[in-house]
């Protein structure tokens, strides 16, 4: 089923897929829902799976001066709001952290389960480890896109799907270069974790945008959260991983989902 939401004046892109316990994946700044494409089949069979278009990507058509990220998080409530959802588990790549780690904590209640999937978006982190992702995001300044989303092993291995990947971002009005607004100062690790939602902070092995070392350093300051590594992955372990991606989530929103239920 696709549809769209009217939010002052834009129309929000949705979809649904399936039936069952409401699972809802926000992608990152090179995507849109046309990403998922690995994952609607697999979720679909056993969750209500929720895919949309952040504004100013794929067939969420923003202004050319709205407010972008400013309104993701309110865009998402919005979203959940119209589908008659009380509480569902959020799947997020990049960009998409950003919305649901700031609507985790902005609404606890409403989350069963987080999923940050190569990304640390959202997030304020103490000194030590946000000197260590400045010189991350220094050192990845003058990459290609591919070379910043994909990892050097799927880009050998999978041309043509790599390829495809930068084709999926074509259709979105906005880059990282030119996407508006600011989602704010964010969250601290300490605030997630008070929230008390499960999260799962996942990442591929050669993501160079969020390496593991970064990641494993934030999921630390998490308690109660998990980590899971994949291997020969990057950035977009749901793409280039697929099979492996699926498992672990699966396996983690599964369980959660069946808490909530209880």
């Known amino acids: 089923m696709t549809k769209t939401l009217s939010i002052d004046g834009l129309d929000l892109y949705y979809e649904v897929h399936g039936e069952g316990f409401p699972v809802v994946f926000a992608h990152g700044v090179g995507g849109?829902?046309?990403?998922?494409?690995?994952?609607?089949?697999?979720?679909?069979?056993?969750?209500?799976?929720?895919?949309?278009?952040?504004?100013?990507?794929?067939?969420?058509?923003?202004?050319?001066?709205?407010?972008?990220?400013?309104?993701?998080?309110?865009?998402?409530?919005?979203?959940?709001?119209?589908?008659?959802?009380?509480?569902?588990?959020?799947?997020?790549?990049?960009?998409?952290?950003?919305?649901?780690?700031?609507?985790?904590?902005?609404?606890?209640?409403?989350?069963?389960?987080?999923?940050?999937?190569?990304?640390?978006?959202?997030?304020?982190?103490?000194?030590?480890?946000?000197q260590r992702a400045a010189a991350v995001t220094q050192a990845a300044e003058n990459l290609t896109q591919k070379e910043r989303v994909l990892g050097a092993s799927f880009l050998r291995r999978e041309p043509a799907l790599s390829e495809l990947y930068v084709q999926l971002a074509s259709f979105n009005m906005v880059n990282r270069k030119t996407l508006r607004g600011s989602l704010g100062e964010g969250c601290t690790p300490g605030e997630l974790a008070a929230t008390g939602v499960p999260v799962l902070f996942l990442v591929g092995a050669?993501?160079?945008?969020?390496?593991?070392?970064?990641?494993?350093?934030?999921?630390?300051?998490?308690?109660?959260?998990?980590?899971?590594?994949?291997?020969?992955?990057?950035?977009?372990?749901?793409?280039?991983?697929?099979?492996?991606?699926?498992?672990?989530?699966?396996?983690?929103?599964?369980?959660?989902?069946?808490?909530?239920?209880?």
């Open 206 to 262: 050669e993501d160079v945008l969020f390496p593991p070392d970064l990641v494993a350093g934030v999921q630390q300051l998490v308690k109660g959260s998990r980590y899971v590594e994949l291997p020969g992955a990057g950035h977009s372990a749901y793409f280039e991983a697929p099979a492996a991606f699926n498992e672990s989530v699966l396996a983690f929103v599964r369980n959660q989902a069946a808490r909530t239920a209880r």
């Open 32 to 130: 849109n829902h046309a990403s998922w494409y690995h994952q609607i089949p697999v979720f679909s069979r056993e969750f209500r799976m929720i895919t949309f278009d952040h504004r100013g990507f794929g067939n969420s058509r923003d202004a050319a001066d709205g407010p972008g990220r400013s309104r993701f998080v309110a865009d998402l409530g919005a979203l959940l709001d119209h589908l008659d959802i009380r509480k569902a588990a959020l799947v997020a790549q990049s960009m998409g952290g950003g919305t649901c780690s700031g609507f985790t904590v902005k609404y606890p209640e409403r989350v069963a389960a987080l999923v940050l999937a190569d990304t640390l978006v959202g997030l304020k982190l103490p000194p030590a480890l946000q």
